[in-house]
């Protein structure tokens, strides 16, 4: 029966003890505010909603139980910047709008961590920052010359600096390494631990988390749900990429998936070898995503983006043997040769959910009292949070910094319709690709797939 609950992550395996959710509840009538969704987003709303106005009963409703989806099986990346920040910022007459994104989420990484350490939440938060590896010749004066623009946008030597190759290669031992930009503003956690830890924070204060109650529609002031009708005065849906599940929210957010590896413990010598002291995460310029992490039991964690399944497809739990998760390792291995001969214990994977535009949303209609965050495009772990302080504001009407974010009320159309929808994101995936792999054959930057690719995202 626990296998239904396991997301087959190493974040889930290493918990300690049962993954078997709470008894199941009694439905309420009625509640003030219903939350969809258990994961970050969710459970985030709830705890400033509870902070904020501790009279209101709130209620989490969930499909299988708290973290199953990306929030229990992502990088552990907990990220000072997202999606879309850089192309406000390159815009003169919304740069302004960017700077207060990317300010807003450079303090949300304190936040979190601030707030794990006052509730009591074990989440192995290290505040070690994040590498950009330089891992081709050209990636060098590029990078350098976004640390220009960033300072010529208000950033300065404490938000991006440039590492040269000696540096570099001394921080993380990843072939090739032509040097790095770094950023102070990123934490390495455990995602497992930070969505379960909230979950019992909330379960304390008083609020109602009813796990294997999947919630198939969402109408003014009600909510439908696989085990009855409750009615609320406002229903918050917080569902990424499983937003589909819900009638009338199909095409909404794309479900991508990315596929994630982890190394068993490794020994002093290979972790001499590799870096990685502050547990910073880490990455490349390519397009096809790859992120990783030290993890606080010294295994390495690496993942990469996978791609799409037709039809919007969901898959609940990721088979270890996919093709895919064997070129997530072979990426690790060949990126660090000193791991050879260290086993691959963990492979899992999952889905985020990414909007049209890619980049984060969040609204509330006043009038019928149905709000929403998410799009994060993978970079959920900080901007939830910052997602959620903004959704808590609009449900309670608060006037507030937050609430003027250009994330608000910045929902993207819809995805189109199959075959269109499948077409588009396997394009997306296979020039990204062929772009990447065009450029560590070449060492030449990829004008042709890169500029295709940059059609579709941006």
Known sequence: MQAQFDNGSFWFDSLPGSLLPAPVETLPAHVDIAIVGAGYTGLWTAYYLSQLAPSLSIAVFEANTIGFGASGRNGGWCMGTAMGVDQLLAQPARAAQGLAIARAMQQTVDEIGEVCAKEGIDCHFKKGGTLTVATRHFDVPLMQQRIKAHQAQGFDAEDFVWLN???SKRRVGMQPNHGALYTPHCASIHPAHLVKGLGRVLRNRGVSIYEQTAVSRIHQHELVTSRGVVKAAKIL?????????????????????????????????????????????????????????????????????????????????????????????????????????AAI????????????????????????????????????????????????????????????????????????PEPFRWLGAGAIQWFGDRADRQEFQTGKRSRFWGGLFNQFVG
């Open 165 to 167: 190759a000696d540096e």
């Open 237 to 341: 849906r917080a569902t990424e990429g499983y937003t589909d599940s819900i009638e009338g929210q199909k095409r909404q957010l794309l479900p991508l998936y990315s596929m994630m590896v982890a190394t068993e413990p490794l020994s002093k010598s290979v972790w001499d070898a590799i870096g990685l002291r502050q547990r910073e995460t880490f990455g490349d310029a390519r397009r096809v995503t790859i992120y990783g992490q030290r993890t606080q039991d010294d295994r390495l964690a690496f993942g990469g983006r996978a791609g799409y399944y037709y039809g919007s497809k969901r898959k609940a739990v990721i088979d270890p043997q996919d093709p895919m998760l064997d070129h997530v390792a072979r990426n690790l291995k060949g990126l660090f040769p000193v791991l050879q001969g």
């Open 345 to 416: 214990t963990h492979r899992w994977g999952g889905l985020m959910g990414v909007p049209r535009h890619w980049r984060p949303f969040v609204t509330f209609d006043r009038v019928t009292g149905i709000g929403s965050a998410g799009g994060y495009v993978g970079e959920g772990v900080g901007a939830s949070n910052l997602a959620a302080r903004v959704l808590a504001d609009l449900t309670l009407g608060r006037d507030t910094a937050l609430t003027k974010l250009a994330w608000v009320d910045d929902v993207a159309r819809r995805w189109e």
